[in-house]
T-cell receptor
Framework: GQNIDQPTEMTATEGAIVQINCTYQ??????LFWYQQHAGEAPTFLSY??LDGLEEKGRFSSFLSRSKGYSYLLLKELQMKDSASYLC??????????WGAGTKLIIKP | ETGVTQTPRHLVMGMTNKKSLKCEQH?????MYWYKQSAKKPLELMFV???????ENNSVPSRFSPECPNSSHLFLHLHTLQPEDSALYLC????????????FGEGSRLTVL
């Protein structure tokens, strides 16, 4: 079967750095998405990785290792508004998105 | 504002009611999706439409009935639902089935009494 694993919940301090991991086992791989979802709002696109390595976009970076079936989302200089759920999704061989259950990130002052 | 609009945002219905959820996208995308989101669970894909044709139906109970009259609009018709159907229903659109990221609407929070 296909499986995406990410931690259920993480806590970090304002101004710090946090890394949210995502591991996957899927039938084929055509890319990996990270989305942010604030409570009561729509998920919004953060990043897309299809090749190994690090993609940086402002305070957020996303890393992919296809050989290890592993990705992480790195958030720097945390702000209170970063409190949200972060969803990892892998595009399989049929171009379907397979979703993780999401990681709820709590930022404390 | 994601370019995908869902109505209503909140819906409470009894088990014998019939209601519909509406989704509209203003992005010129060819693919549209219905997802069910329950607490602490992955997004569950319900239906996928590409150019107004249904391409995916993930063993969804027949009490959920989708309709896609054109590439900008998607409906989810609901009838004789069960309390376990209470969830957030998300609509999304994508440039095509295999291109680009998904753009989500804000969701319709459904409560079945």
């Amino acid at each position: 079967g296909q499986n995406i694993d990410q931690p259920t919940e993480m806590t970090a301090t304002e101004g710090a750095i946090v890394q949210i991991n995502c591991t996957y086992q899927t039938s084929g791989f055509n890319g990996l998405f990270w989305y942010q979802q604030h409570a009561g709002e729509a998920p919004t696109f953060l990043s897309y990785n299809v090749l190994d390595g690090l993609e940086e976009k402002g305070r957020f970076s996303s890393f992919l290792s296809r050989s290890k079936g592993y990705s992480y989302l790195l958030l720097k200089e945390l702000q209170m508004k970063d409190s949200a759920s972060y969803l990892c999704a892998v595009v399989d061989s049929n171009y379907q998105l397979i979703w993780g259950a999401g990681t709820k990130l709590i930022i404390k002052p | 504002e994601t370019g995908v609009t869902q109505t209503p945002r909140h819906l409470v219905m009894g088990m014998t009611n019939k209601k519909s959820l509406k989704c509209e996208q203003h992005l010129g995308h060819n693919a549209m999706y219905w997802y069910k989101q329950s607490a602490k669970k992955p997004l569950e894909l319900m239906f996928v439409y590409s150019l107004e044709e249904r391409v995916e139906n993930n063993s969804v109970p027949s009490r959920f009935s989708p309709e896609c009259p054109n590439s900008s609009h998607l409906f989810l018709h609901l009838h004789t639902l069960q309390p376990e159907d209470s969830a957030l229903y998300l609509c999304a659109s994508r440039m095509s089935l295999d291109t680009g990221e998904l753009f989500f609407g804000e969701g319709s929070r459904l409560t079945v009494l």
